[in-house]
């Protein structure tokens, strides 16, 4: 795929949705930190419901470690895998008020030094809560990218280097948010929407592997 091609398609998906961001639900840096951690194999719908009962409750690392691991579990115990995500959530609070004056951090290192958070979190925090022009590459993203051929590869980190070098300048802080949203509800995985896809002109997904 050419320079031109992927312009276009930024272009068309930037003026169908100029200012586009997560579904997660959340109102400080702390909040989204703590729902990205939960959303780990998980919807957002699922996440923001068990959210929207935990954070009126305790919603700063103060707040949710003083819940105590079962404390914390009643509230997310909806989501799965919500014993080990309870666990690393208290040790997340334990060390941003010990180490970071309650403060999330700002660096990559420092977010992947949490427990609970990989490389695709510390972006979905970096670039929705700080700006940064990060690609936090899930499987939407993954999927996107290789069945367009807007940025084709064999694992995320590569997918991710690649949206990184070849995405237009001007696209790249809010592109994450523009291919996660096309995965989750047009480019699906077993019935992509392509009678509905706005740049299924550009798409470079063979056009006999196309639904009819």
């Known amino acids: 795929m050419n320079r031109e091609k992927r312009t276009e398609i930024f ?17 400080s840096d702390f909040e989204l930190l703590v729902a990205v951690v ?5 919807t957002d719908v699922g996440v923001n419901k068990a959210t929207a009962r935990l954070y009126p409750v305790a919603n700063t690392p103060e707040a949710i470690y003083a819940l105590g691991l079962e404390g914390l579990k009643e509230y997310i115990k909806t989501i ?13 609070c334990k060390i941003l008020i010990e180490q970071h004056d309650s403060q999330v951090p700002r660096t990559r290192e420092e ?13 979905v925090v ?7 022009p990060t690609m936090a590459v899930d499987t939407h993203i993954f999927r996107v990218s290789n069945r367009t051929r807007i940025a084709p ?4 980190l590569e997918v991710e280097k690649r949206l990184l070098r070849l995405v237009p300048d001007e696209f790249l802080r ?3 948010h523009w291919l996660i949203l096309h995965g989750r509800y047009v480019c699906m995985a077993r019935k ?3 009678g509905d896809c706005l740049i299924a002109d550009l798409c470079e997904f063979p056009l006999s592997k196309r639904p009819g």
Not at 11 to 27: C, M
């Open 80 to 92: 799965g895998l919500f014993n080990s995500k309870a666990e690393n959530v208290i040790q997340l």
């Open 126 to 132: 970096l670039n929705t809560a700080y700006g940064m």
């Open 111 to 123: 977010l992947e030094a949490l427990p609970g958070v990989g490389r695709k979190t510390a972006n």
């Open 174 to 176: 809010d592109a994450h």
């Open 11 to 27: 272009t068309r998906l930037r003026d169908q949705n100029p200012n586009p961001t997560t579904e997660l639900e959340y109102s």
């Open 38 to 42: 939960l959303s780990a194999q998980a």
């Open 153 to 156: 590869g064999k694992n995320v």
């Open 192 to 194: 992509p929407k392509c």
